[in-house]
């Protein structure tokens, strides 16, 4: 498993929220619970005072996430690193569940967290995750959707660099809008226009009389 993908962790706990909309998904232990994914074990040892401490993690890494999408790749990195510092994790060799045709491991590298709670727990992978695909692909890779009023998280993959929504159903939203803000624009154009050329042919037949 490549350390990179441990960077999905961080994007799925700060899109928990959604500020502009007024919206927070992470109300109760379940919901952290849910966060984990198959890490059912790693789950287990949430409790309620977790819902707490995880929004407070939340809010630290959308910082990560406003400060590489506005540019200021120090920020980024120095609040990165504070989360490091914070909650450490131990990079080790796995070979767990993963073997190739003749039955020999596959081996790879593996996050161990040693966590007080499933919050420094889950804290740690996330932010390693997230260290390793700023430093991997950039920090200009950590974006925040661009179709209001989301400002959902993501992780640019493409080829070109050229991601700019969350979703599909972001971009295709983004795109709608901005066809029919054309449309409006090119109608108050033609508006003005015809009224131009009302006006001229007013004056024309002012004058020849």
């Given at each position: 498993m490549e350390l990179a993908y441990y960077s999905d962790y961080a994007v799925r706990l700060v899109n928990t929220e959604e500020p502009a909309r007024g919206q927070d998904s992470l109300t109760s232990v379940e919901a952290v619970r849910e966060?984990?994914?198959?890490?059912?074990?790693?789950?287990r040892r949430a409790t309620?005072?977790?819902?707490?401490?995880?929004?407070?993690?939340?809010?630290?890494?959308?910082?990560?996430?406003?400060?590489?999408?506005?540019?200021?790749?120090?920020l980024a990195v120095d609040l990165l690193n504070s989360l490091l510092l914070e909650f450490p994790v131990s990079p080790q060799i796995s070979g767990h569940d993963h073997r190739d045709d003749d039955g020999s491991p596959l081996w790879h590298m593996h996050l161990a967290d040693h966590p007080s709670n499933a919050t420094a727990g889950f804290a740690a992978i996330a932010a390693m995750g997230l260290a390793?695909?700023?430093?991997?692909?950039?920090?200009?890779?950590?974006?925040?959707?661009?179709?209001?009023?989301?400002?959902?998280?993501?992780?640019?993959t493409s080829t070109?660099?050229?991601?700019?929504?969350?979703?599909?159903?972001?971009?295709?939203?983004?795109?709608?809008?901005?066809?029919?803000?054309?449309?409006?624009?090119?109608?108050?154009?033609?508006?003005?226009?015809?009224?131009?050329?009302?006006?001229?042919?007013?004056?024309?037949?002012?004058?020849?009389?």
């Open positions: 966060l984990f994914g198959a890490n059912q074990s790693a789950a309620d005072a977790d819902v707490t401490r995880f929004r407070s993690v939340r809010g630290r890494l959308r910082a990560v996430f406003e400060a590489a999408d506005g540019g200021d790749e120090t390793f695909h700023l430093t991997e692909y950039g920090v200009d890779r950590l974006g925040l959707c661009e179709a209001a009023p989301c400002r959902n998280a993501y992780l640019d070109n660099r050229s991601r700019r929504y969350c979703s599909d159903r972001c971009a295709t939203r983004a795109n709608v809008a901005a066809y029919r803000a054309r449309k409006r624009l090119e109608a108050d154009r033609s508006a003005v226009t015809g009224r131009s050329a009302d006006s001229a042919q007013r004056t024309t037949a002012n004058g020849e009389r």
